[in-house]
């Protein structure tokens, strides 16, 4: 990452860099598909099973030219899960054998799986992303095994305007209470037009003073600081696509372009081709537009019934904390206002939305039945589309 002169914390801040020329940025996708579930995930197309892996070889050979046209950039590798590549091990030696930083992101939705951590001990730094509480409460464990085996590791919360709100402050707590770096950024590599977030007015937008700009990360995303509760919290904007761009990508079938929002790769990559890509003006020009397009859902029963969105982002809110207290101060209303809503949902739907479980529903916790699941699993979903759900609950229907 590149600080900028007049970054106000100087050498001693843990996020400085050498000034001078922006660092070149080599983007690695190992494989061509997703086995994660991340809720809100804007990638629908890569929303299925891995077939192609990335030939570490061919990462080698990358890796090896771009060191021979005379540069050694700073290597990421990025989702779709690289978790889910059988010898990312052995993908992130090839960067750090070579003395290059490795940085791997990974998906808090896979960190319940019985994933083993020690194939990330190579990489310099783990970042991982998350969209929603209950799949940072899942990874938890995973978390504690990284952070036991000495790495270096930042929590990435990944904001969806109109969407998770209400639980991204909820989850900057944890990744406090876990001892982490915790960033709030845009979903990475996704450009402005198809994901149209702003992390910064939304935190102003709270009342948090932002910093200015005081570096960027990856090349093509400004960095500024907040404080939440005296505890500063890094937050991303862009992605802001400039001509002096210094990024380079591979693609799981080992083909290399400018960028992985262009999608336009070549298949051969000596030290003068690479040099010659890393170099080229960037075709993908974007700026924050004016104005964006924010969908909005809502679920229309067979029997005519409606819920708006209001409704969905309450249940999906209700799984993610457990609470019915919880949700009720989140939202400013009384638990007894949201027990009625929710029991109005049950009436509409046919089917019972959630059991007590501590306490009684007003003071304790709850959980939602395997019906309600399923309907916030397809609110999810659909969230980063238009128009209308159409639900039809059909589990257990006899033909």
Known sequence: MHIRSGDPRGRNSPLSTPRGRAKAIAVVKVVDGCDSTCSYCPRAEERVPPRGFLDPHMVEVFLDSLIGSGLRPDVYFTCPNPLAHPRVGELIA?????????HVFVPAAVGSR?????????????????????????????????????????????????VNDEEILEMVNIGRSWGLQVWISPPILCPVTKCPTDVVKAMQGRGY??????GDFMGIYEMRVTFH?????????????????RMIYMDPSGLVGKCPMLGQLNPAYGPEELRRILSSGCELIERSAAYSFIPSLRLVTKDGE???????????????????SAVARSLGLSPPAVYRRLKRMESALG?????????????????????????VRSYRDYKAGLGIVRFNFM?????
């Not at 194939?119 to 952070?147: G, N, P, Q, W």
């Not at 003073?209 to 005081?214: E, H, L, M």
């Not at 529903?361 to 309907?375: K, Y």
Request: charged share 30%.
């Open 94 to 102: 090839a960067a750090t054998d070579r003395g290059l930083e490795a």
């Open 114 to 162: 019985e994933k083993s951590p020690e194939m990330l001990l190579r990489a310099d730094e783990i970042c991982l992303f998350c969209y929603t509480m209950s799949d940072l409460k899942r990874a938890k464990r995973f978390v504690r095994r990284l952070l036991m085996a000495g790495k270096s590791m930042k929590l990435m919360l990944i904001y969806v305007p109109g």
């Open 209 to 214: 003073d932002v910093s200015d700009p005081f």
């Open 229 to 245: 509760r005296d505890f500063p919290v890094y937050l991303l904007s862009g992605p802001r696509c400039r001509r002096e761009c």
């Open 306 to 324: 409606v819920l708006d969105e209001d409704d969905l982002e309450l249940l999906s809110t209700l799984e993610s904390m457990g609470s019915l």
């Open 351 to 375: 089917f019972k939305l959630f059991e007590s479980w501590r306490g009684g529903v007003g003071r304790g916790g709850v959980v939602l039945t395997p019906e309600a699941l399923e309907l």
């Open 395 to 399: 589990l257990n229907e006899q033909s």
